[in-house]
Nanobody, 116 residues
């Protein structure tokens, strides 16, 4: 079963912006805190932002003030607005529950590359 479909990645110059989208299955979207994770080459996957069902938000220090997570309940979609992008933001970005749940699979992710 496909739980998440991520999109919106691409190549952007340093200082640029991107908005990522994650379409989630309804039961997952409505029942769990959701987050955006990223995995850079040679590094472990890390959580960068999360949003509760009540819209409480938390961010990793590395993205605080630059990234914004928000959700659209009408579309079962969670977004990540990324501004002031840096080369170190280059990674494959995924969404999933926070904390992880064993039966919830990973999507294919979306590649973000920040480079001049």
């Amino acid at each position: 079963q496909v739980h998440f479909v991520e999109s919106g990645g691409g190549l952007v110059q340093p200082g640029g912006s991107l908005r990522l989208s994650c379409a989630a299955s309804g039961s997952i979207f409505n029942g769990y805190q959701l987050g955006w994770y990223r995995q850079a080459p040679g590094k472990q996957r890390e959580l960068v932002a999360r949003i509760s069902t009540g819209d409480d938000r938390n961010y990793a220090d590395s993205v605080k003030g630059r990234f914004t997570i928000f959700r659209d309940s009408a579309k079962n979609t969670v977004y990540l607005q990324m501004n002031s992008l840096k080369p170190e933001d280059t990674a494959v970005y995924y969404c999933n529950t926070v904390p992880r749940i064993a039966f919830v699979t990973w999507g294919q992710g979306t590649q973000v590359t920040v480079s001049s």
